[in-house]
């Protein structure tokens, strides 16, 4: 089923998006007030139109209520994403996902309406330190201020052994959600399978367990 998006700025964050949707098979309209932006999406989305956002009438020509949802992706003037979360909620937009560079700045577009803040700035910086500072882990992904995800890579003394084996989740109280291998991802009967080198274990628990578990 085609859905419909309207994108507001077109960064890094905006234009992947924009793009990724449309390569989707979605209706897209991007906006922002860059022409060279707008330009070169202009090839990458059904519609991208230049448009300043301060401007109030600008939002009248939008037709925003035709849309399911609304990527507020504009991170450099929390003036122009207030204007457009209000107006997205005005609307009555069914989901409006907002990037905020800051918890403050997604503070004030949570409370106006949007549904969905995100983080990028701050979500990669955890990610990556947490990569740089813990033994074995691949990668990170938080879900929560006290859950999260590991890819976790297999210790020298887990190969040979299965899941069951090592009762992973007796002892540090986590899950194993599957196990990457090459190029395959196991996710069935994962609890029976024989680790190998270079697995990655993917994880799931609470960031106090996972933090035990990296020290195993």
């Known amino acids: 089923m085609v859905k419909s998006f309207i994108v507001f700025g077109l960064g890094r964050l905006g234009s992947t998006v924009a793009k990724t949707l449309y390569n989707m ?25 230049e448009a300043d956002l301060m401007d109030e009438d600008v939002f009248d020509d939008l037709g925003l209520s035709n849309f399911d949802c609304a990527v507020i992706a504009i991170g450099s003037s929390l ?26 700045y997604g503070h004030i577009l949570k409370r106006l309406g949007a ?19 813990d033994n074995g882990i691949t990668d ?20 040979g052994k299965s899941i069951r084996d090592l009762q992973l989740r007796r002892d540090f109280h986590v899950n ?11 996710v069935r009967r994962v609890a029976e399978e ?8 993917i994880f799931f628990g609470s960031d106090d367990d996972l933090k035990k578990l990296q020290h195993e």
């Open 194 to 201: 024989e680790l190998q080198r270079n697995d990655i274990i």
């Open 25 to 49: 098979h979605n209706d897209v309209l991007a906006v922002d007030m860059n022409p060279e932006r707008v330009k070169y999406m202009s090839e990458n989305v059904t519609t991208a139109i």
């Open 115 to 133: 549904h969905t803040i995100i983080y990028p700035e701050i979500d990669m910086g955890m990610r990556l330190a947490k990569q740089l500072t």
């Open 140 to 159: 990170y992904f938080e879900l929560s201020d006290d859950y999260g995800i590991i890819e976790y890579e297999v210790s020298e003394n887990w190969i």
């Open 79 to 104: 003036d122009s994403a207030i204007m457009a979360t209000i107006a997205c909620v005005e609307a009555g937009i069914p989901l409006i996902v907002a990037k905020a560079p800051t918890k403050r």
């Open 176 to 186: 194993v959600i599957a196990i990457r291998r090459a190029k395959d991802l196991i």
